[in-house]
């Protein structure tokens, strides 16, 4: 047997294999899949990846529905664990891509096992959107990723990967500082600042009594509600760290007692706080031990979760917002506050904080708080104080939640994606978008 026969099986399984990894590939993105579709649609395609649950990130989503208004093709990758806007789920241009679940096996809290089940979850996740963007998804012209603001993980993202981003959005002034000053990010750092969905809207009273009733967590209280004996205050939480409800509880506790002694003209009150997380139970538990003390006879708190039609008209019939957001980059801000604006609502925030009066101007849309007592001597200087402050802050509000999510994105990440020309001009190139907040 000469040489050749004896090499030639190997070399046709080494090219044969080859062809096949080469078959496999993913495709990679050009020009010609910008042209219409068999199905008539044209238009640019984006993956929009969220680094969580695309349920609980209303700004992704919206971007999502602002480029598919736009003419362009959305894949948006995530977890699905919640429910999705409703018109994400009736869009024929948006397909939603769920990243596999981390196996129940690689659950646990015990320390110990941190150790070993973390990078197999890591590359669980890895595996997950390789398949999703390599296999799944046609090739994209534009990459849009969500990166949580200067957590650990996302340090080592922005100081290293990010730096190949095009562009750079971030949802504060505050923020674009900071990566330009702090992590010597130069390249195209745009400031797009949150507003409002058009969900978000002001009630006529005849809608907010309507809908008072209807609502299973309002409707005990609708006769006082009518009379003006009773106000109503809503919170929005995902019930973490980042928001401490034993603050709101102790100025709640405070604000009772006084309502029931020195100040009993003070008005009751009814808080409704929206949302799930990992903390709800332990809030739930701490308000039965106060009502069981005594010591929340003029407060009424309720937990709900509400559909975002529901939640949308809520904020539209409630007195006054309330956020605990503290912020722990320093540099972010709450959509809950914009999310009240849209809908009118003044806000009572935790305000110590850079970013935060990029979005709330002191007496005019809303206040600010930074201790127990602070926000105990708002409550009661606002509900029961001279009605007028009440009136010019929900005037504030409702001129400040006039300029909608549209408006703010089409001038901004608008004009990257569809008008400039000078990215637009380059051919066959993948676009990747930094999305800080």
Known sequence: MSALEQWLPATVIVFTLISLVLLLLPASYGPDLDAPSAGGKRGVRVQILVLGDIGRSPRMQYHALSIAKHGGLVDLIGYHDSELHPRITSSSTITVHPVFPIPALFKTKDNRLFLLFGPLKVLCQIWSLWLILGYKTRP?????????????????????????????????????????????ITRSIMSLHDRPAPDFCLLNDSQRLRFLRRLKVTAPYIDEIEKGKLKLLVSSTSWTP?????????????????????????????VIVTGKGPQRTEFLTKIAMLEAEDKLEMVVIKTAWLTIEDYASLLGAADLGICLHMSSSGVDLPMKVVDMFGAGLPVVGWSRYASWPELVTEGVNGRGFGSVADLQAILVDLLGGDKSQMQALKAGAIREGKRKWDDEWDLVAGKLFEFDARLAAVPGRVMTINHMG
Request: aromatic share 10%; proline share 4%; hydrophobic share 45%.
């Open 140 to 184: 994209a012209k534009w990459m849009l990723v969500q990166n949580h603001p200067f957590v650990q993980a996302s340090r080592f993202y922005e100081r290293t990967i990010s730096r190949s981003a095009t562009a750079h959005f971030t949802v504060t002034d505050a923020m674009a500082r900071v990566l330009r000053q702090d992590y010597g």
């Open 242 to 270: 980042d928001e401490d409800f034993n603050l709101l509880l102790e100025a709640l506790v405070k604000y009772s007692e006084l309502a029931m002694h020195s100040h009993p003209h003070l008005p009751r009150i009814v």
